[in-house]
């Protein structure tokens, strides 16, 4: 798996007008899964997500995870993180996830960080989205499982 971090003042997802996900102050992710992806992939990074210090401290030091300042999460299935161009120009998918599977460690890994007691708001798994957002920072990072 595969998730871009994106620190954010606000976020919100839209599918036919319709706002369907919104938070305050925290990560929007963007998650990729490929084929070789399980479970254990998707808990590895909902830790690693959950306790991730980006956040500053008193002192101005990126210090502070998401849980320590009560951080939301807007997630975005994302199989384009998954495209590959290394040959010609326009990309090829072959390595994004089947979207049954996709969608099922998608899921998972939203779950994983609701069980710790994190806000998490979705777009809708396979459909068209536009997602707003005020990057904090900017803070970007990607976190790649393997």
Known sequence: MRVVVQRAKDASVKVHDEVVGKIRKGFVLLVGVTHTDTEKEADYLAEKIAGLRVFEDENGKMNRSLMDIGGEILSISQFTLYGDTSKGRRPNFMMA????????????????LREKGLI?????FGEMMEVSFTNDGPVTLIIDSK
């Not at 599977?101 to 994983?112: D, G, K, P, S, V």
């Open 97 to 112: 996830a089947k979207p049954d599977i996709a969608n099922r460690l998608y899921e998972y890994f939203n779950n994983r």
């Open 120 to 124: 998490v708001e979705t777009g809708r």
